[in-house]
């Protein structure tokens, strides 16, 4: 089974990208994973919250697989403590889909749509982080569920 991190739009800021990076080449250990940018709306600046969300939604919607498992990562989730998001993933990676699809959108989040195609919903904390940190964490929280799963060491060093 795959694993992807799909986000809206590029992220400006270096020291993001390479902390993904290393996270990134460190989960291939472990399952196929990648992360997939999807392009930012053009004149997004000139629109509304909702029209945006709206056209990223269809943007999302348009790419995805019938089979595939979508999970959004939004403040109003689930929340787990790294141990039980570790089984959490498990779980979702013993599903049937062919890939299995981790989701943060935009600057206002998700369309009603996406959230209606969507499986379920992870929250990474109570607090409100900006789009652009949440990959990094994400990524750095799905390589510590993976070596939790194995019984490694990196979730106590």
Same mark, same amino acid.
């Given at each position: 089974?795959?694993?992807?991190?799909?986000?809206?739009?590029?992220?400006?800021?270096?020291?993001?990208?390479?902390?993904?990076?290393?996270?990134?080449?460190?989960?291939?250990?472990?399952?196929?994973?990648?992360?997939?940018?999807?392009?930012?709306? &053009?004149? +997004?600046?000139?629109?509304?919250?909702? $029209?945006?969300?709206?056209?990223?939604? @269809?943007?999302? =919607?348009?790419?995805?697989?019938?089979?595939?498992?979508?999970?959004?990562?939004?403040?109003?989730?689930?929340?787990?403590?790294?141990? &039980?998001? +570790?089984?959490?993933?498990?779980?979702? $990676?013993?599903?049937?889909?062919?890939? @299995?699809?981790? =989701?943060?959108?935009?600057?206002?989040?998700?369309?009603?749509?996406?959230?209606?195609?969507?499986?379920?919903?992870?929250?990474?904390?109570?607090?409100?982080?900006?789009?652009?940190?949440?990959?990094?964490?994400?990524?750095?929280?799905?390589?510590?569920?993976?070596?939790?799963?194995?019984?490694?060491?990196?979730?106590?060093?």
């Amino acid at each position: 089974m795959k694993v992807e991190l799909w986000v809206v739009g590029k992220t400006q800021f270096k020291y993001l990208k390479e902390g993904m990076e290393i996270y990134e080449k460190r989960l291939r250990k472990y399952v196929p994973f990648q992360t997939v940018v999807l392009p930012d709306i &053009k004149n +997004a600046k000139n629109m509304t919250p909702d $029209l945006l969300k709206n056209k990223e939604g @269809v943007m999302i =919607l348009n790419k995805l697989d019938k089979n595939d498992l979508l999970i959004l990562l939004d403040e109003n989730g689930k929340t787990f403590t790294s141990e &039980k998001f +570790a089984f959490w993933v498990e779980k979702q $990676l013993q599903h049937s889909a062919r890939k @299995v699809i981790f =989701l943060i959108g935009g600057a206002y989040g998700f369309s009603e749509e996406v959230y209606k195609r969507s499986q379920q919903k992870v929250a990474l904390s109570s607090m409100t982080f900006s789009h652009q940190m949440v990959r990094l964490f994400f990524i750095e929280q799905f390589y510590r569920a993976l070596t939790i799963l194995k019984n490694e060491p990196y979730h106590h060093s």
